[in-house]
């Protein structure tokens, strides 16, 4: 499935009506730079899955405008035609102010619903203040997205857990749209909910949706089952529905992916190739006599990095015939530096890659190459090129789609995954070496597997893995969200 069957897909299921997207991350920002603005898009998995949606529709991306020159480049209601080069929707930007973002973003939805959905052994901070700052928030999103739909028919696709309570406010004020809102992080099991102070109007503003969308059948479980013990709906377990205020919302799980023959075709462009050179030329022509174990991450406490870097230790303290002989690359993104969490990882990270290398190094080899930068897409590209083995050891996640996105830029047909048990793609990837990231002498252990698989394996490994991949896209992804909405409402809502 391409683009073009996929826009001529929701072309007919929506039969005129508008489409409406809606998320906190724009999909381009526009920044000042030296002489003029220039245009940044995010190395984002939700963008490269949203936009051939409302590229298709023509339809209108309402996101919050956080880049420097965003304003510069909007008229006077904060839209602006997106892509500039060949204008096919319409992005509208929701300003807030430091404070609002503050109290929206990086606290209640970065500091108390993140670490409440990971479970990964952060508390959670809680403070009425950033919840009514979210509240008011997810409003301002709200009058957004009346003001575009103009009255007219419309079909909204809400994104993640910024926008949790954006559902419910446009059902009350239109009872006529229809709504899609698909969680990107997992959803937790009740007894982690239960100390969410706000749940029931949390997950009220959930039920005003038609269809809500996890990643996994997994994530579907827990919230039917928050649901049933938490407030007062019906909870339908056969047929996947909740009922509250009068009309059913459908919970469904809808897997994730990315665009695999596009990932095929940039990973063989100039831009690749000059990433490509730019990494060798930084870390030495000796790195390719090594084996190169990759990680490609946001510094979060959720992506498992510094567990990664204790096994690789292990490794090579259990195997020291391997000094000289392995990398490991690390592309590591700062991320919320504004929260303490934050802050003390990127402070752990250093610690540790100063205590590895201090230990094992010679004067002609280190074993761990971090590079702190946002490195983007072209960049992260060629860094899969390069792997022998591509890591991915988050702690807890929806997806994870590095996964994939490695496996589609291999059209080598070589290299090996190892991949985190609790990652959403570890329920499509078998043929990965499949790890718990929590035991760090599992993981170092599958480290050295990884670095002894034979040539006939890997391939062996990485040609089903490419055909899972590529029968499941992110064309795929969105067709079968549309494809449901189809089946799920009478033909007049949809119109």
């Known amino acids: 499935m391409d683009a073009k069957y996929l826009g001529g897909l929701i072309s007919r299921i929506t039969k005129g009506a508008k489409v409406v997207i809606v998320s906190n991350r724009e999909p381009a920002m526009h920044e000042r730079d030296v002489g003029g603005v220039r245009i940044v898009r995010p190395a984002s998995g939700m963008v490269a899955a949203l936009e051939p949606i409302v590229r298709a529709t023509g339809g209108t991306w309402v996101a919050h405008g956080s880049g420097s020159a965003d304003r510069l480049v909007t008229d006077d209601k904060g839209r602006v035609s997106m892509p500039p080069e060949d204008p096919r929707y319409t992005l509208r930007r929701v300003w807030l102010t430091r404070k609002e973002e503050n109290g929206y973003y990086y606290s209640l939805s970065n500091q108390a619903l993140w670490p409440l959905c990971h479970i990964v052994y952060t508390r959670p901070r809680f403070s009425r203040q950033d919840w009514e700052t979210y509240r008011d928030v997810n409003r301002r999103f709200c009058d957004t997205v009346l003001e575009e739909v103009e009255g007219g028919p419309a079909i909204v696709f809400i994104q993640d857990y910024h926008l949790a309570l954006l559902p419910r406010m446009l059902r009350i004020a239109r009872p006529d749209l229809t709504l899609i809102h698909f969680w990107h992080i997992p959803w937790p099991n009740r007894e982690a909910f239960r100390i969410f102070p706000w749940g029931e109007e949390l997950l009220d503003g959930l039920l005003g949706n038609d269809v809500l969308g996890f990643h996994i059948q997994y994530h579907c479980n827990n919230f039917m089952d928050t649901v049933d013990r938490g407030i007062e709906a019906k909870v339908d377990y056969e047929r996947f529905s909740i009922f509250r205020g009068g009309r059913p ?23 690749v190739e000059e990433k490509h050179a730019s990494f060798i030329k930084e870390l030495g022509d000796g790195i390719l006599e090594t084996k190169v174990f990759v990680g490609a991450d ?3 406490y959720t992506k498992g990095i510094p567990e990664r870097m204790k096994a690789f230790d292990l490794m090579l303290k259990d195997h020291p015939e391997l000094r000289g002989k392995v990398t490991l690359l690390q592309l590591a993104a700062p991320s919320r530096t504004h929260i303490e969490e934050y802050r003390n990882i990127n402070e752990e990270l250093d610690d540790l890659v100063d205590e590895i290398n201090w230990r094992h190094q010679t004067e002609d080899w280190t074993p ?32 994870n789609l590095v996964a994939k996105e490695f496996i589609s830029a291999r059209a080598d047909g070589d290299g090996v995954l190892l991949l985190s048990q609790y990652t959403g793609a570890a329920r499509e990837l078998p043929d990965a070496l499949l790890v718990n990231p929590y035991d760090i002498d599992e993981l170092a252990d599958a480290m050295f597997e990884a670095f002894r698989m034979t040539e006939k394996e890997r391939k062996k490994r990485m040609k089903r893995m490419r055909v899972q991949v ?8 969105g067709a079968k969200i549309f494809e449901a909405l189809e089946g799920i409402l009478p033909v007049r809502e949809v119109a």
């Open 249 to 271: 919302t459908h919970v469904r799980a809808f897997p994730i992916s990315v665009d695999f023959h596009q990932i095929g075709k940039d990973v063989a462009s100039q831009r």
């Open 298 to 300: 946001r510094i979060d």
């Open 368 to 399: 761990i190459r971090y590079l702190r930068a946002h490195h983007d897409y072209h960049a992260v590209l060629a860094s899969y090129r390069m792997a022998d083995v591509v890591m991915v050891t988050s702690l807890h996640d929806g997806m």
């Open 470 to 477: 590529q029968k499941h896209t992110v064309y795929d992804w």
